[in-house]
């Protein structure tokens, strides 16, 4: 079992950067893929970005490619998404989500567990 807890979110000018924050209980969960997905108002959920167990793979949306950084510590259980450059179209619930298979999965019916999401508001 595997439980994840998001932090980091806030609001923000456009421009501005964030730091969301995964943390995750479970002695396995260096083994599991991570991902992150966001989802506003009316809109279905959708993946940002994903990384390995190993943090070696790392995987984006197009439409975070260049101003969005995902990485990891697995000593810490944590999982993190870097957003610089932030758009009033970047807001959303974040959600922060693992997956047995160990890689950077796009598609979210892949993923096992996920965290309650923190919201990111971006003002224009």
């Known amino acids: 079992q595997v439980q994840l807890v998001e932090s980091g979110g806030g609001l923000v000018q456009a421009g501005g950067s964030l730091r969301l924050s995964c943390a995750a209980s479970?002695?396995?969960?260096?083994?599991?893929?991570t991902g992150w997905f966001r989802q506003a108002p009316g809109k279905e959920r959708e993946f940002v970005a994903g990384?390995?167990?190993?943090?070696?793979?790392?995987n984006y949306a197009d439409s975070v490619k260049g101003r969005f950084t995902i990485s990891r510590d697995n000593a810490k259980n944590t999982v993190y998404l870097q957003m610089n450059n932030l758009k009033p179209e970047d807001t959303a619930v974040y959600y922060c989500?693992?997956?047995?298979?160990?890689?950077?999965?796009?598609?979210?019916?892949?993923?096992?567990?996920w965290g309650q999401g923190t919201q990111v508001t971006v003002s224009s």
């Open positions: 990384i390995s167990w190993s943090g070696g793979t790392t």
């Open positions: 989500a693992a997956t047995f298979r160990g890689q950077p999965i796009r598609s979210r019916a892949e993923y096992d567990y």
């Open positions: 479970g002695r396995t969960f260096s083994s599991y893929g």
